[in-house]
């Protein structure tokens, strides 16, 4: 009998309490989250750079059923690349659950909500800024929404704006972060701070004793990213996977966004070279962030993301959590889930804690 918490999201009921995290620019897209969902996880495809558009139809007014404008919203031109990769997991994983994330920071963000829930997303996951309107938008299509937070204010305002669940996402995540602080600080304030709904750890999962940690703080759940790039289902290039496994743990650094956030990377020589000149001369070709000043920016992060997932790690930006150095061969998806959850449950055991009990 597990041990384990039961995660109930909004009615999503996967069989492990763990979600796949959103990796933008192209590392998560339907091929990882298709075989999370197939081993009971919760798969997420990342929203980042998949807003090219059909530009020859006209711009959709019915999504789901329901026409926009009657709903106060305008009609949005469909991001057939989202669309597509949303398509392609539901196709591979047809009992599975599949989920998109969606930065809020992106210049598309309202085009890829309406996307992801007219293909049939299962649920949205936002970060990166904070909507208001997006919990209207869901409500209104009846799609769970959860909410990236770092804070207990940020954690109780997403509840009671209708929020089907949290992710708590601590300094030890990859990619932008929202906080200095680490996951053993700041989520026991925000389980006190959520009333109702789960709230799922992030940042620095490793491994099923780092899960059982989160359950015992609290978490229903944990989200893992960087452990996910080291399996033969990511859709990243085989550099990409394999600059991660040989990552050392003093290779993992923090650099400045163009947006002007932290972020979590792997030192190599795109990292050099922007700590030794500041600015990496670019262009401006996709117009992907509300606040980016395009030529002005120190460097174009969709240009660096794109090269390094399609394998060009040395002029490309390796985004990856702080556990990077451990992380020391390839898995297959299902492989990975069952030795976490094989991991927790002795932890769990050894602990004498019984979350199905609850």
Known sequence: MSRLPKLVIAGLKPKYPIIQGGMGAKVSLHRLAAAVANAGGMGVISAVLLQEKDRTKEPKKICKGKNLEELGMKPYLYATELAEEIEKAKELAPNGLIGVNIMYALTHFCELLLTAIDAGADFIIQGAGFGKDVFKICKTFDIPLIEIVSTPKGAALSERLGASAIIVESVEAGGHLGTDKGLWEILPDIVKAVKKIPVIAAGGIFDGKDMAKAFEMGAKGVQIATRFI?????????????????????????????????????????????????????????????????????????????????????????????NVGKVNRMYHVDELIQELINECEKELERKNLNFRRE
């Open 230 to 322: 080291a399996t033969h289902e990511c859709d990243a290039d085989q550099n990409f996977k394999e600059y991660i496994i040989n990552a050392k743990p003093e290779d993992s650094i923090f650099i400045k966004s163009p947006v002007g956030m932290p972020a979590h990377a792997v030192r190599n020589p795109f990292t050099e070279r922007l700590e030794k000149e500041g600015k990496i001369p670019h262009g401006c070709h996709y117009n992907c962030l509300k606040t980016c000043a395009k030529a002005e920016s120190i460097y174009c992060i969709a240009d660096a993301l794109l090269a390094s997932a399609a394998g060009d790690v040395v002029n490309g930006l390796v985004f990856s959590g702080s």
